[in-house]
Structures are given as C-alpha cells and as structure tokens.
C-alpha cells in the first residue's frame, strides 16, 4: 500500500505540468543563449567542500550528504549550482575577460525552504564573471525580469538591496558581530521582537538596536534611500552601498523598482554588493533571487567578479494558469509503407500525430484530436474531426 508514496516534501509532475516546464526550460535557455550565455551542466553530485565554497551555514544545512564508496570521502547532493558554476568559470574555462554562464538541473535540499515549498527544485539561472561594474549587474537584471515576462508572468516587481548596509552595522559592534548569522535571520523575517529580546539578554553599543529595527522599516519605493540616508548610523560602507543602489536604480527607471533592507535571506556573508528578488502576484514567495558575489572562486584558485540570478523552473510553472491540452491528429495502426511515409511526413513538420493501437481506449489528458489521418482513395490525408 505504500510503495507508491514519495517522501515528504517531493512530488511526481504529471503530464501537461511536466510539458509546460519542458517549454519553459528550453525558451529560458534559448533567451539566454542570444544574449551570448553558454551552457554548462555540472554534476548532481561534488565532494561536499566544493558545493559549499563560499556560502554560509544556512546552504550547509540545505545539503544532502552522503559517502563515495570509491574514495570514502563525503559528498554533497547538489543544494545550489551556483558555486559549481563559479567552479567552472574559474578552474575549467580559466578564461580571461568576461564569461556568460548558463544553467540548469535538478537540485535537493535536506529540508524544504517553506511550508509550501518542494524540496527538489528544477533551478535554471545565469551568471557573468569577470566584469566588476554595474554594467553586469544592469544585464542579470534585465535578463532576470525578460526570464519572468517571456514565462508569460505580468506585472513583476523588482526589489533592491545592498548586504553592505547590514554588514557595516553588525561588524561596526561585536556583540553583533560574534552573532552575525542570528541576526541576518531575525532581519530577514523582521522580527523586532526577537531584536529586541536579543538585545535584552546580549549587551550592544549605544545606537545598534535602533539601526537594526531601522532597517526592518526601511521598504518601500524610491524615498526609501533618503529616509535610509537620515535614520542609519553615517558609516563610510553604508553610505557607498545606497550610492550603489541609487545609480542602478537610476539605469533601471522603465521597471518598477522597490528596496528591502532586511531583506538578507540569500546568505550572510555570501553575497558582496547588490542582491535582488522579483515578486509577482500569484506566487507566494520570491520568483527570482540574484545578486553579485565576488570572489567566490577564490577557493577554486581564481577570484573574479560574479554576478547572476536563479529561478526554480517548478514553482514558476506552478503559478501559470493550467495547461492547454496540445491539438493532436489522431492515426489509425498499420503496416502499409504509404501510411507509414505520411507519419512521417507529418511528424517531420512537428506536428503531433498519435497512432490509436488496436482495441486501444482514448485517456490522454496531454492531447486533444482535432483531426484524423484517412485514407480516401488510396492517399492518406489529414481531415478535420467534426
């Protein structure tokens, strides 16, 4: 009775689920590809030191790990392809210049991000290393938002924010800093209790609670930066980020832009300079996360430049409106060479022809006959159901 059911948190996608991220796959790759992104396609499984070069606990945590039996050491199933992509970039290609970089496949996390959220992901993404200026930045973004409007998603909002503000606060007072992570996820949630609870029972330099709950109130539009500029302590770091955020929001005018200051979800420590989500209605959370990491191939040998962005093609999918059935000829079985050269013929021009076996029943919930092949006076030919 239960050799049928799958563990907690994963699920089977059936046939027009299972079509429709198909074509969105290959339409996202084929974006990315006249944008002049190359693909690559990394392994499921790495020694468990590669898949988390760079990031924090949290993508530790996230990580499925096993033993190889060939060389006993630990491996990781893949929670992220970003940092095997940063691999690549920097230990394969060993390229000069700017490299464009595209995925996409499967990835498990050890437990689900979300009450509604799968532990497989289908994460397609792209990345630009080797250029530190906001051009890239300005590139990952477009794509990212052209990603979501080509998937057929309407009206999508971008947030902004730069890890740099939250980072100068907590490392400008230790007792922050020895508890940086704790902190990044209490802001991240925006909880100003548990802040103010934390400061109870741990003792902060004059100002830091304050500039914490600050920052939990610091969303909204384009008047966020100057409210920002007024509340937050005047650290030299914090002062370049919001320059930073100020001149990209300035390049992306034409989309409805919005900033996050708590917004730290993506990893402290992880990221270097500005990050960004896109929301859309009917999506219950983030669509698309992204954000500039530099040097994290340092591990691998090389430090570069690193911008980029992912999505996960099943929660993406599951947003859209149902399915459309695919318009289907429906063919009779046989051996005769003129019947079979008409498949052929018809198949050669994509169209979808399914032969009915003998003694078969018609169940297809992936295609609807709208004709049939017959054949009048011995020449098979497509003719309308009525």
């Known amino acids: 009775m239960t050799k049928w059911l799958l563990p907690e948190s994963l699920a089977d996608i059936l046939p027009a689920e299972a079509r429709r991220i198909e074509e969105l796959r290959r339409k996202l790759l084929d974006l990315y590809r006249v944008y002049g992104f190359e693909l690559v396609m990394p392994p499921l499984v790495e020694y468990l030191e590669s898949l988390l070069t760079g990031h924090g606990h949290d993508l530790s945590l996230r990580t499925n790990k096993l033993v190889d039996q060939l060389s006993g050491r630990t491996l990781g199933v893949r929670a992220d392809m970003t940092p095997?992509?940063?691999?690549?970039?920097?230990?394969?290609?060993?390229?000069?210049?700017?490299?464009r970089l595209c995925y996409c496949g499967s990835v498990l996390h050890a437990k689900p991000m979300g009450l509604l959220s799968d532990r497989e992901l289908l994460q397609i993404g792209a990345e630009i290393f080797g250029h530190a200026g906001v051009e890239a930045d300005i590139q990952v973004i477009e794509l990212a938002l052209e990603s979501v409007?080509?998937?057929g998603v309407e009206h999508a909002r971008l947030d902004l924010n730069h890890p740099g503000v939250s980072r100068a606060i907590i490392e400008a007072d230790p007792a922050l800093a020895r508890n940086a992570e704790d902190v990044a996820d209490l802001l991240s949630t925006k909880d100003v209790t548990g802040l103010r609870a934390f400061a109870s029972e741990t003792p902060l330099q004059a100002g830091s609670l304050d500039a914490l709950i600050a920052l939990t109130q610091l969303y909204g539009g384009g008047e966020v930066l100057q409210r920002a500029r007024e509340v937050l302590p005047q650290l030299p770091q914090v002062g370049q980020a919001l320059a930073d955020l100020e001149q990209l929001a300035g390049f992306l005018s034409d989309y409805e832009v919005s900033f996050d200051f708590a917004d730290v979800?993506?990893?402290?420590?992880?990221?270097?300079?500005?990050?960004?989500?896109?929301?859309?209605?009917?999506?219950?959370?983030?669509?698309?996360?992204?954000?500039?990491?530099?040097?994290?191939?340092?591990?691998?040998?090389?430090?570069?430049?690193?911008t980029g962005f992912s999505l996960d093609l099943r929660a993406l999918a599951g947003g859209l409106a149902p399915?459309?059935?695919?318009?289907?000829?429906?063919?009779?079985?046989?051996?005769?060479?003129?019947?079979?050269?008409?498949?052929?013929?018809?198949?050669?021009?994509?169209?979808?022809?399914?032969?009915?076996?003998?003694?078969?029943?018609?169940?297809l919930d992936e295609f609807v006959f709208d004709r049939e092949l017959v054949c009048e006076q011995g020449q098979w030919k497509v003719r309308a159901i009525q």
Not at 84 to 99: F, K, M, S, W
Not at 277 to 295: E, P, Q
Not at 327 to 351: E, F, H, N, T, Y
């Open 149 to 151: 409007r080509l998937a």
């Open 84 to 99: 095997q992509v940063a691999r690549i970039d920097a230990h394969l290609l060993n390229r000069e210049g700017v490299t």
């Open 265 to 306: 979800r993506s990893g402290y420590g992880y990221h270097s300079g500005i990050v960004f989500a896109i929301y859309a209605d009917g999506w219950h959370d983030t669509l698309v996360r992204g954000g500039r990491y530099d040097g994290v191939g340092t591990a691998f040998g090389r430090a570069r430049p690193a």
């Open 323 to 363: 399915a459309e059935p695919a318009k289907a000829v429906r063919a009779p079985w046989g051996c005769d060479p003129a019947l079979s050269a008409a498949l052929r013929a018809l198949r050669a021009q994509g169209i979808i022809v399914v032969q009915v076996l003998p003694g078969q029943q018609q169940s």
